[in-house]
């Protein structure tokens, strides 16, 4: 399976590899990942100076104080490079690269259902960490209703946050509400924003083995 990695704001694409080194090695399988950067220029996350490199820069994918517009930009971006270089089977995400990548499966959705697109969808989505989103997806015109529609994501999710998280305390159940019911897959852990650990992590990867395996059949 070819998945495509989207990592936070305030990181970049080497400390999403690092952020997901022990859980691509639970997943073992023959994995393909592929890891965005993105393009604007952000200050460093908080609790990431132990993954980062002399002289690193730090990307995010919007910037809140022009959520529409660089929301935008950063669409047609991730487009023209799943165009470029996919398809691919899943999308992997953390924290506001899950945001991202959930605006682009809802987009994509809606252009295949009004038939404006045949490109082939994203098999299936895991959302680690989702930042907040309520708001945001207001504010681009999403709704957070939890129904099966055309601004529905219809394939099969995996959402996994921390109880813990005081970061994006609701943004892992808000992004959850806009994918089907039937065809997602939750685990809450202890932790906080960050990937899951010590047993949290084997749960974790039951959880995304059978999104994976509902992706096969879709």
Known sequence: MKILCLHGNGTNGHI????????RQELA????YEFVEAAVQAPMSE???????????????????DLSSSMRQSLNQLNDFISAEGPFDAVLDFSGGAFLAAMYLIEQQSLRDS???ND??????IFLASASCK????????STVPRVGKTS????TAHIWGSNDTIAPTGGHDLSRVCNAAKRQILVHEGGHELPRGDSLTKAVHVIRRTIDLAEDF
């Open 115 to 117: 038939g404006e697109s």
């Open 153 to 156: 994501i219809q394939v099969p």
């Open 120 to 125: 082939s969808l994203i098999k299936c989505g």
């Open 29 to 32: 399988d023959d994995h393909e």
């Open 135 to 142: 708001a945001e997806m207001k504010v681009l015109g999403a």
């Open 16 to 23: 999403m590899r690092l952020q997901t080194a022990a859980l």
């Open 47 to 65: 609790g990431v100076e132990g993954l980062t490199l002399p002289g690193s820069s730090f990307y995010a994918f919007y910037n809140p104080e």
